[in-house]
């Protein structure tokens, strides 16, 4: 259990630039959640997948967004045309609930700087 | 709409001294609480949950939570501080009745342990 991990871990980008953001989950989980932190706020809330299906999206996901589980393994979430309000840390979980395990396990997150 | 409150932003603890550091939540039902803990430059790392059941949930690090459903709250305590304990916490809420995939999260309580 190597943990959730994202890459890149930070992404300086000028603004209008497109970026993309990889999460590889817990290998044996089959959800996997964004997340989106701004300096002292907790995370919110972007969007989550059960396996390659993109059950919910929050309305903080912007039509310049999208996020995609293609074969329910690893995810990517792309920005496009960044403004300098998505500048955050976005953050990445998984979890495999069941039988009492519904806890969320992050990632080290990816911070986004648009200048 | 659900939320979860951290009523203070700061909480300083003598080292070797109890500590709480306290949550209260909104919502009709009964929701899934968690907490978590950041340190710099990681990841949130959980802590402990409530699910069902005991309403005294013991977790990492020594850490435990109570779950009080007349004063909705979930304070976060431990018995001795430790400064290593020194990092920025994070209450959470999943609510069946919305849905309990996301997480919702307070805006965190920074800890500081003085030596």
């Known amino acids: 259990d190597t943990g959730v991990s994202q890459n890149p871990r930070h992404k300086i980008t000028k603004r209008g630039q497109n970026v993309t953001f990889r999460c590889d989950p817990i290998s044996e989980h089959n959800r996997l959640y964004w997340y989106r932190q701004t300096l002292g706020q907790g995370p919110e809330f972007l969007t989550y997948?059960?396996?390659?299906?993109?059950?919910?999206k929050s309305r903080l996901l912007s039509d310049r967004f999208s996020a995609e589980r293609p074969k329910g393994s690893f995810s990517t979430l792309e920005i496009q045309r960044t403004e300098q309000g998505d500048s955050a840390m976005y953050l990445c979980?998984?979890?495999?609930?069941?039988?009492?395990?519904?806890?969320?396990?992050f990632g080290p997150g990816t911070r986004l700087t648009v200048t | 709409a659900q939320s979860v409150a951290q009523p203070e932003d700061q909480v300083n603890v003598a080292e070797g001294n109890p500590l709480t550091v306290k949550c209260t939540y909104s919502?009709?039902?009964?929701?899934?609480l968690f907490w978590y803990v950041q340190y710099p430059n990681r990841g949130l790392q959980f802590l402990l949950k409530?699910?069902?059941?005991?309403?005294l949930v013991k977790g990492s690090y020594g850490f435990e939570a109570e779950f009080n459903k007349s004063q909705t709250s979930f304070h976060l305590k431990k018995p001795s501080a430790l400064v290593s304990d020194s990092a920025l916490y994070f209450c959470?809420?999943?609510?069946?009745?919305?849905?309990?995939?996301?997480?919702?999260f307070g805006t965190g309580t920074r800890l500081t342990i003085i030596p």
């Open positions: 919502v009709s039902g009964n929701p899934y």
């Open positions: 959470a809420g999943g609510f069946p009745n919305f849905g309990n995939e996301k997480l919702t």
């Open positions: 979980a998984s979890s495999l609930p069941g039988q009492g395990t519904y806890e969320q396990y």
């Open positions: 409530y699910i069902t059941g005991d309403n």
């Open positions: 997948f059960q396996n390659e299906a993109q059950l919910e």
